[in-house]
C-alpha cells in the first residue's frame, strides 16, 4: 500500500509537468514489450527530425544544384 501512495504521488507529480514533455508512455503491466516498442518508435521518429542545420543543408544543396 505505502509502494502504491507513493507512486500514485510521483505520478501526480510527473502530469504537472506534462506540458515540459513530446512523448508520453504508459508503461502498463505485464506489457513492458509494448513500451520498449514505443521508445524505439520514439528514437526512430526523433533521427527524422528537421532542424535549422539540416533545412539549412538542404537549401544550400538545392540552390547550388
Do not use: G, P, W
Amino acid at each position: 500500500e505505502d509502494d502504491i501512495r507513493r507512486r500514485l504521488l510521483i505520478a501526480k507529480s510527473e502530469i504537472s509537468h506534462i506540458n515540459n514533455y513530446d512523448y508520453i508512455i504508459f508503461n502498463y503491466d505485464n506489457q513492458i514489450e509494448k513500451s520498449v516498442a514505443t521508445v524505439r518508435c520514439i528514437i526512430a521518429a526523433a533521427k527524422c527530425r528537421v532542424n535549422e542545420s539540416v533545412l539549412t543543408q538542404i537549401k544550400n544543396e538545392l540552390i547550388l544544384t
